[in-house]
C-alpha cells in the first residue's frame, strides 16, 4: 500500500466513526473523539495485519484493547459515557462485510457450504477478538481503580488517626 492509501484509509476510518456518530445522534461533543480513536485503532488494526497476516485474533484482539482504553481517557476527559465513544469507534473494526459475504454464499444457488462456514468462522472470530479485547480494557481500567482507591483509602486511614 503506498503512503496515499493510508493516508486515505485513515481519513476514511476517521469519517466513518464521526459519520456513524451523527447517524446515531450522539453528543456532539464525542463526535471529534470517536473519529479519532477509529483512525488510531484502523492504524494499530492495519500495522498488526501487514506484521501478521495470517492471524484474525491479534489484530483485532489489540483495537478492542485500544479501543476500551481510549474510550475510558476520552470519555471521562470529554464528560461522556466511554461506551457512546467507544460503540462509535468499533466501526472500522466491525466484520459487516464478511457477514454480507457468508449471507450471499448461503443464498447463491452455486454455493459452496464450506465456503460459507468458512466465513461465518472467521465473522464469529474477529467478534469474539474485538469483545475480548474491549473487556481486557474494561478490566484494567476496573483493577486500576481499585489499585488506587485502596491506596487513597490506606492514606486516608492513616491520616485519620495521626488526627485522632
Known amino acids: 500500500m503506498t503512503s496515499y492509501h493510508i493516508l486515505m484509509n485513515m481519513l476514511l476510518s476517521f469519517t466513518s466513526a464521526f459519520g456513524f456518530g451523527i ?3 450522539v453528543p456532539k461533543r464525542s463526535l471529534v473523539p470517536s473519529g479519532t480513536i477509529g483512525m488510531i485503532v484502523w492504524i494499530v488494526y492495519h500495522g498488526l495485519s501487514l506484521t501478521l497476516p495470517n492471524s484474525l485474533v491479534l489484530p483485532n484482539l489489540m483495537g ?3 479501543i476500551g482504553l481510549l474510550a475510558h481517557a476520552y470519555g471521562s476527559h470529554y464528560h461522556v459515557s466511554s461506551n457512546v465513544v467507544a460503540i462509535q469507534a468499533m ?3 466491525v466484520p459487516g462485510s464478511g457477514a454480507y459475504e457468508a449471507m450471499k454464499l448461503l443464498i447463491t444457488p452455486n454455493h459452496s457450504a464450506y465456503a ?3 466465513q461465518f468462522h472467521n465473522v464469529f472470530v474477529v467478534a469474539v477478538s474485538i469483545t475480548i479485547g474491549f473487556f481486557l480494557a474494561e478490566f ?3 483493577m486500576l481503580g481499585k489499585i488506587n482507591h485502596s491506596q487513597v483509602k490506606s492514606i486516608n486511614d492513616e491520616t485519620w488517626r ?3
Open 23 to 25: 447517524i446515531t445522534n
Open 64 to 66: 478492542g484493547l485500544i
Open 91 to 93: 466501526v472500522s473494526l
Open 116 to 118: 460459507a462456514h468458512a
Open 140 to 142: 484494567f481500567i476496573l
Open 162 to 164: 495521626r488526627l485522632l
